[in-house]
């Protein structure tokens, strides 16, 4: 079946700094791969996507490479702002009739000041 | 264009009592998810319906739990006779339809609380 597995946290970092969450993923088929984010309080947000093997999805200055050779799909960000502190989901829904998207545990990420 | 809704956003019931959980999905699209989140933990699926039909409800518990998306109106989670495990955030999913490469769009969530 598919699977999802993220780096755990909680990643505590001070503003500016580089991001990288890890999350590689088992799946049969050609899954399309999401990054959500969840502010506190609130509820998911698509923060990117990627659909086919070395796509890069980007927004907000996130960036994640689909790696099909690696199972991979990184989250990056090349400095990080207090406002960027929330829970970040992996996750991935697989082509044809599989629609239910499996979602990894979450990795909570503090930015200071 | 508004977004996926839920209501309530809080809900606080009792052991015993019952549970009904709303989602109205985006305009324009007739695909519905609902998605448990336990406290620390991802999101798991729960089930997936279309207007006036259950596709997939394999994530659901077989008891207590029910889930509906009449031809009008909100869908609705329905939670029979809770119980302190079933303190969660639920969270209500839409898409215009289903290719296994639509993005899902997310409600804000109903978190419920049994005491």
């Known amino acids: 079946g598919n699977s999802v597995t993220q780096m755990e946290g909680p990643v505590t970092l001070s503003e500016e700094a580089f991001l990288t969450i890890n999350c590689t993923y088992t799946?049969?088929?050609?899954?399309?791969l999401f990054w959500y984010v969840q502010y506190p309080g609130e509820g998911l947000q698509l923060l990117l996507k990627?659909?086919?093997?070395?796509d890069k999805g980007s927004n907000k200055g996130f960036e994640a490479t689909y790696r099909k050779e690696t199972t991979s799909f990184h989250l990056e960000k090349g400095s990080v702002q207090v406002s960027d502190s929330a829970v970040y989901f992996c996750?991935?829904?697989?082509?044809?009739?599989?629609?239910?998207?499996?979602f990894g545990k979450g990795t909570l990420l503090t930015v200071n000041p | 264009n508004a977004g996926v809704m839920q209501n309530p956003r809080h809900l606080v019931r009792r052991r015993g009592q019952e549970a009904r959980l709303r989602c109205s999905p985006m305009?324009?699209?007739?695909?519905v998810y609902w998605y448990r989140q336990l406290p620390e933990e991802g999101l798991k699926f729960m089930v997936y319906?279309?207007?006036?039909?259950?596709?997939?409800e394999s994530g659901m518990p077989k008891e207590r739990f029910s889930a509906e998306f009449p031809k009008e109106g909100p869908s609705i989670l329905r939670i029979q006779q809770v119980v302190r495990g079933d303190s969660a955030a639920y969270f209500c999913?839409?898409?215009?339809?289903?290719?296994?490469?639509?993005?899902?769009?997310f409600g804000p969530g109903t978190r419920l609380l049994v005491l």
């Open positions: 305009k324009g699209h007739s695909h």
């Open positions: 990627a659909t086919k093997a070395d």
């Open positions: 319906l279309q207007k006036e039909n259950i596709i997939d």
């Open positions: 999913a839409s898409s215009p339809r289903t290719s296994g490469q639509e993005t899902q769009y």
């Open positions: 799946a049969t088929g050609y899954p399309s």
């Open positions: 996750a991935l829904n697989s082509g044809g009739s599989n629609y239910k998207l499996t």
